[in-house]
């Protein structure tokens, strides 16, 4: 069981960079395999990063986001730069029990409530 709580969304213009954190509350936070998603209004929910022992990101993402993750605070960070109007999304931190990275949300067991990030042209 774990519990996670998304910050750090906001307004930034195109070109602007944001950092999100998403805090873990959980005795065993440290095995678990965290993951970034997104849903854009009217859209699927959509991969954007993961961490485990590796990392993997959405081809729309690379170069642009970095995911990490710092265990003695219990925490997963997005550093997203060069962001664009399409990077607009609520953004979603999930944490997948015992497990390897995956970009497939349905192998995800917990998930934030979403953080709001909005870039402007």
């Known amino acids: 069981q774990v519990q996670l709580v998304e910050s750090g969304g906001g307004l930034v213009q195109a070109g602007g960079s944001l950092r999100l954190s998403c805090a873990a509350s959980g005795r065993t936070f440290s095995s678990y395999a965290m993951g970034w998603f997104r849903q854009a209004p009217g859209k699927e929910r959509e991969f954007v990063a993961t961490i485990s022992w590796t990392t993997y990101y959405a081809d729309s993402v690379k170069g642009r986001f970095t995911i990490s993750r710092d265990g003695a605070k219990n925490t997963v960070y997005l550093q997203m730069n060069s962001l664009k109007p399409e990077d607009t999304a609520v953004y979603f931190c999930?944490?997948?029990?015992?497990?390897?990275?995956?970009?497939?949300?349905?192998?995800?067991?917990?998930w934030g409530q979403g953080t709001q990030v909005t870039v402007s042209s």
């Open positions: 999930a944490a997948r029990r015992g497990s390897s990275a995956t970009k497939d949300l349905t192998e995800y067991d917990y």
